[in-house]
């Protein structure tokens, strides 16, 4: 087995190899269709439509400027539950390169990862454009820590891809069972509500959810524009860097027979 | 001197699973514990070699020999059971052309793209796009998406890039049949050139004519195990008396 480090290494040696791979995913994607790129906008947009319309219209509620409460978080979100759902096919999608070509195998679900994570950042532009519009940003020095609960965000999907994709060349069933998995996991996180309104005696438990910490400090940043609570940017820092070993490690055992099952 | 040797296969193994109904659903998996009885078939069976620096080694066998799972092993796809592949310097492999080409990109960004998983980096790719782009013949198609090409111009395309992906050690997989004779013969000088410059190449093909104009020296892989070695006018004749020989016995 290789050492961490030799790892990290050969990643480094092939990052041409994961600049275009992320230069594929992103504009190869919507090459061919009339609209191209702007799905990337397109498709987030009419989910936020959609639920604020479900949240505020048909069960209301009484938090103000629900649509912007739900657009911080459903953004990341959308990052992450994409990668959950459909990160996990991505050694699937490859299996030509796989089985003909060597390269570092993490380089295909790190390509995944950040050409999803860079869809976000060009969501945040709305985002940010938004809150200005609504007159929501009124302590921007708060968002020197969005960078840091992105961070953290990013470890914790990169790390489950890695533990999922891997898996999936096992089994095939895993595919199925993420989609499913996934719809579950946004209800569970307080993505369209808020932490209150989770009943007292649960609260501990939805936190033992990574995600829960994740949307709340994002929250917090941009919707509240106030500094997340230590508590829970120490919760989100643990599970995403725990997340990360885990998936890094159980990557290394399985990626020499990836080209014998695929 | 240890430098002497680019390859050192040592006793290698390796067996493959022939599952005769593979299960990969969970169902399957756990329900049907019967159905997946499979037999382990030994593919290679103690494999040792050694190849010099500079050298142009040919690996022969009749089909189904192991000769494409030891390159793949070289080339580190696959992974021995036991044994040990050691090798020195940049490994380069021929084995698929054209991997990672999207149909509706450019020539040019889909070099960027197939280089890139040989592991160049931009610098390196950049200083040999002019040679890429000649060698290809492909002079102004090259900003069209790949879908418009014929299949000969995608193929040229990805040779191209391939065979100028510098390497101390290239390894070939019967893709020398490339294009039209003019761009076959082509592809050839290239190879010869790349040999004088010192490169390290392990071909495997059938083509007699191919590997004796290449190859100084051939390795006949039978049933997982060395069988002979030697210069290609020496094995080649023995090989063809016994691929009759196998025939006649099929028959």
Redesign the interface.
């Known amino acids: 087995m290789e050492s961490t480090l030799d790892r990290l290494q050969e990643i480094y040696d092939y990052r041409e190899m994961i600049f275009t791979q992320v230069h594929r995913n992103i504009r190869g994607r919507y090459k061919g269709s009339a609209l191209g790129f702007l799905w990337t906008f397109l498709n987030p947009l009419f989910q936020l439509i959609v639920y604020t319309i479900l949240f505020s219209v048909i069960m209301r509620n009484n938090i103000e400027q629900y649509s912007l409460f739900l657009f911080v978080t459903l953004i990341p979100w959308i990052f992450f539950g994409t990668c959950m759902s459909e990160g996990c096919g991505c050694l699937r999608d490859t299996e030509d390169m796989i089985k003909k070509v060597y390269f570092p195998r993490e380089v295909i679900p790190i390509s995944y990862v950040v050409s999803q994570f860079i869809n976000m950042l060009l969501c945040f532009t709305i985002v940010f454009a938004a809150l200005f519009i609504a007159g929501r940003i009124t302590n921007p020095a708060v968002f020197i820590y969005l960078p840091l609960i992105m961070m953290i965000e990013f470890s914790l999907a990169l790390g489950l891809v890695f533990i999922f994709s891997a898996w999936a060349v096992y089994l095939r069933d895993v595919k199925y069972m993420l989609s499913i998995i996934t719809m579950a996991w946004q209800f569970m996180t307080p993505v369209m509500y808020s932490v209150d309104m989770i009943p007292g005696n649960l609260v501990k438990i939805f936190y033992l959810n990574p995600m829960t910490s994740v949307i709340v400090a994002y929250r917090d940043i941009l919707y509240y524009q106030q500094t997340p609570e230590i508590d829970t940017l120490a919760i989100a820092c643990v599970m995403g860097a725990g997340f990360l070993i885990i998936g890094w490690h159980l990557f290394n055992k399985l990626k020499r027979k990836f080209a014998e099952y695929l | 001197m240890q430098d002497e040797y680019s390859i050192e296969v040592d006793n290698i193994k390796k067996s493959?699973k022939v599952f005769y109904d593979r299960g990969?659903?969970?169902?399957e998996?756990s329900l049907f514990k019967k159905r997946r009885s499979y037999e382990t078939r030994t593919v290679i069976d103690g494999l040792s070699f050694k190849v010099k620096k500079g050298e142009a080694v040919a690996l022969i066998g009749h089909n189904g020999c192991g000769k494409s799972t030891t390159l793949?092993m070289l080339?580190?796809?696959?992974?021995p059971d036991s044994g040990t592949i050691t090798m020195h310097g940049r490994?380069s492999?021929l084995?698929?052309l054209g991997?990672?080409f999207?149909s509706?990109?450019t020539g040019r960004?889909n070099i960027?793209?197939n280089?890139?998983?040989?592991?160049?980096?931009?610098k390196e790719?950049k200083a040999r796009m002019d040679d890429i782009i000649e060698f290809s013949e492909l002079g102004e198609y090259i900003d069209n998406p790949v879908r418009t090409y014929s299949s000969g111009m995608y193929m040229r395309l990805a040779f191209a890039v391939a065979i100028n992906v510098d390497a101390d050690i290239l390894l070939i997989d019967e893709i020398l049949v490339v294009g039209d004779a003019a761009f076959q013969e082509k592809c050839f000088c290239k190879l010869e050139e790349i040999i004088e410059r010192g490169t390290t190449i392990v071909l495997v093909s059938h083509e007699q004519q191919q590997i004796e104009r290449i190859c100084n020296r051939c390795i006949w892989i039978c049933d997982g195990k060395v069988k002979a070695e030697g210069k290609p006018s020496e094995i080649n004749p023995m090989y063809l008396e016994y691929l009759a020989k196998r025939e006649k016995d099929l028959k």
Do not use: C, N
């Open positions: 493959f990969f659903t969970l169902k998996a793949k080339t580190r796809i696959l992974y490994v492999s084995l698929e991997a990672g999207h509706d990109m960004e960027f793209i280089a890139a998983i040989f592991g160049l980096t931009h790719i």
